[in-house]
């Protein structure tokens, strides 16, 4: 077997590969025998057709089997001969061309690329320095307070914390929105962005209904009035008065605290905030680095084949599971974000190959286990996890990159940033969104 590799870029090769036709020839008569063994054919005995026949009548389909199985068989070993890293399956350039002189067939060849030790004693990162005060946990418990409150109808014009129940229609440009009915909408004035709105409602009563011109925010939850003008008919319904739960021994055993005790509570609350500050922690870790390093290589070419499987993975997460055909226009618009997501994690994985950092089983399945604590049956969970070879190593790799953060830090430029928890846990959203 010869062959000969041509590089088309960074990542891709192209495989030509040549078997002469006395190694072929041998395993097309090989075949026909086989098929020989196995066929009826009238006027002959079961094995007794005259290879001559099995020529005529089964020669192009042994021959296809054949060149089917040592293309696939030549490529594989034509790979390890050149100690390529493959990133995707290999494909065919054209058909395989088999005559006198062999086979001969060209493979192109996505490969991961070949990089120079990273040196990271020159990457400057910040810490967070943070931790959980009582204050931090007193602000949740106010949180959880929130989320029970009861909503109780009042005869006066909403102030700030109050909600407004509200109805309205709204002429843009474009038309009527929505065309039919009414939208009808919970705001908690003080909270809802919407400032506009909230100074025309603050002047209502319930049962009040007013005509007036509004400028929807960017972020809009109404896509068709997102930022855009439009003259509102708005009637407000209802006025109503939150009220907080106290917190006593029934909100507590609400959360799962069986004691009932309000330390007890505090304590859970706490373990809480602290597993969420490490993984907000970890975040802006990662952020910084996989900025780091795709900075030290810019002009890093990775496999268009995974760039693409990561736009369409972005895409679909995004879809959250709506039955929408995928086109490659729509594909288009995720291309970006998803090179350079498949650029950062190849830059972490090669950190982590470069510097001999395994995956730790243990954090993996305390990983696992974290997950599974916010589910009523963790160990089922767990079981799904492990059963499950994709979860799994979407965990794995998950861990493996934490493992190389920390490996980076201890051995990077690092210097200590205080915040709060809220500011860490505000940047790690930002990071997580870039």
Do not use: C
């Amino acid at each position: 077997m010869q062959v000969s590799v041509e590089s088309s870029s960074a990542v891709e090769k192209r495989l030509k590969i040549q078997i002469p036709a006395e190694e072929v020839n041998p395993q097309v008569d090989a075949r026909l025998r086989e098929i020989g063994k196995q066929v009826r054919l009238k006027g002959f005995r079961p094995g007794r057709v005259p290879f001559s026949v099995l020529r005529q009548r089964f020669g192009e389909q042994a021959k296809a089997e054949v060149i089917q199985q040592t293309v696939q068989a030549s490529l594989q070993k034509a790979i390890e001969q050149e100690s390529l890293r493959i990133a995707a399956a290999p494909r065919l350039d054209e058909e395989p061309v088999f005559d006198d002189n062999g086979l001969e067939f060209i493979s192109i060849v996505e490969t991961y690329p070949d990089l120079q030790p990273i040196e990271v004693a020159d990457i400057s990162i910040e810490r967070p320095d943070v931790s959980v005060t009582d204050d931090d946990v007193t602000a949740m418990i106010e949180t959880l307070r929130r989320q029970k409150i009861k909503w109780e109808d009042v005869d006066r014009k909403p102030g700030d914390d109050d909600q407004a129940l509200i109805e309205y229609t709204a002429e843009t440009d474009e038309g009527t929105v929505p065309e039919k009915g009414v939208h009808r909408l919970a705001v908690i004035l003080g909270h809802s962005g919407f400032d506009a709105l909230e100074k025309e409602l603050r002047k209502m009563s319930a049962g009040d209904k007013k005509d007036l011109k509004l400028t929807f925010p960017e972020d809009y939850r109404e896509p068709a009035l997102a930022g855009k003008k439009a003259a509102v008919a708005l009637t407000l319904d209802k006025v109503q008065e939150g009220i907080l739960p106290e917190v006593d021994e029934a909100f507590i055993k609400s959360f799962s605290v069986e004691s009932g005790e309000v330390d007890d509570l505090k304590v859970e609350v706490r373990a809480n905030l602290e597993r969420e500050l490490s993984q907000a922690v970890t975040s802006q870790l990662k952020a910084q680095l996989a900025e780091r390093l795709l900075e030290m290589h810019e002009d890093l070419e990775v496999p268009e084949s995974i760039v693409t499987n990561e736009a369409r993975s972005m895409l679909q997460q995004m879809l959250q599971g709506a039955e929408i055909e995928i086109t490659d226009e729509m594909l288009e618009h995720f291309r970006e974000p998803a090179r350079k997501r498949v650029r950062s994690g190849m830059l972490l994985g090669e950190l982590a190959s470069q510097n001999e950092i395994a995956i730790d089983a243990i954090k993996v399945r305390e990983a696992i286990e974290t997950i599974a604590q916010t589910y009523e049956e963790p160990r089922e969970v767990i079981q799904m996890y492990y059963g499950e070879q994709r979860l799994l190593q979407a965990i794995e790799n998950s861990v493996l990159e934490n493992q190389v953060v920390d490996w980076v830090v201890n051995n990077a430029k690092v210097t200590d940033k205080p915040m709060s928890f809220q500011e860490a846990i505000k940047a790690a959203t930002e990071a997580a969104g870039q």
